[in-house]
């Protein structure tokens, strides 16, 4: 199981810069960027909720939602790239076990982001926030992918790159790889690699005979 953003594909900075413009509209400027800021690998909900508390006021969560999902489609056109090692790991597992991408962004913009970045399209299953699931750091994405893939979560690795993401993965009771910097990450992750071409990581996904 992949995380698209941060994992599969470097979009993290689109995903932002959508925020940021979306922010900006309502007087909210100089947020934090990366790893550390508290919208990394954030849901709707989570963004939404911080920019309430930056403002003062509630906001139409249908409303912003929406104007985000078309900045960030909006960024993704002008081009991402996939993360350093993505399609080599992802060609080199392809056929070998069922293959799935959990994601807490929408449909669209997920699909968007995969094609953007030239991701092979191997996935068995690709689950994205959608009612009635709630997003990462709840395990719902995470569930319903073992069950679309008709594995058990026992037997499954997520690949994530943030602390929402991990905790939904645990939670769900996969193996998690943590994958990056994210402060936190290793209370979560059952291991951590650099990104997806740590030479520890052919090793912890079974891919010793295989070239990543």
């Known amino acids: 199981m992949f995380d698209c953003d941060g994992v599969l594909v470097d979009s993290e900075k689109a995903v932002f ?17 990366g790893p550390d ?39 993704i056109a002008r081009g991402v790239r996939a993360m350093d090692g993505a399609i080599e ?6 056929g070998s076990r069922p293959l799935g991408v959990a994601s807490n962004g929408s449909r669209e913009t997920v699909e968007a982001t995969l094609k953007a970045a030239s991701i092979p399209d191997v996935f068995d299953a690709v689950v994205t926030f959608d009612a009635p699931l ?15 893939l008709g594995v058990a ?12 993401g991990a905790r939904s993965a645990s939670t769900a009771g996969l193996i998690v790889v943590g994958v990056g910097p994210a402060p936190g990450l290793g209370s979560v992750a059952d291991a951590l690699v650099a990104d997806l071409r740590d030479p520890e990581l ?3 996904l079974g891919l010793e005979t295989l070239e990543v």
Request: with cysteine.
């Open 17 to 33: 810069d959508a925020t940021v413009a979306v922010f900006a509209r309502r007087g909210v400027h100089g947020l934090a960027a």
């Open 37 to 75: 800021s508290p919208l990394y690998g954030a849901s709707i909900d989570k963004t939404v909720a911080e920019l309430e508390r930056l403002i003062g006021k509630p906001v139409n969560l249908e409303e912003v939602a929406l104007e985000l999902d078309s900045e960030i489609r909006a960024v």
């Open 89 to 94: 790991l992802v060609s080199a597992l392809a």
């Open 134 to 148: 709630r997003p990462k750091p709840a395990p719902d994405i995470y569930l319903c992918a073992c069950e679309l």
């Open 153 to 164: 979560p026992a037997d499954a690795i997520a690949l994530e790159d943030s602390l929402p």
């Open 202 to 204: 052919p090793g912890l």
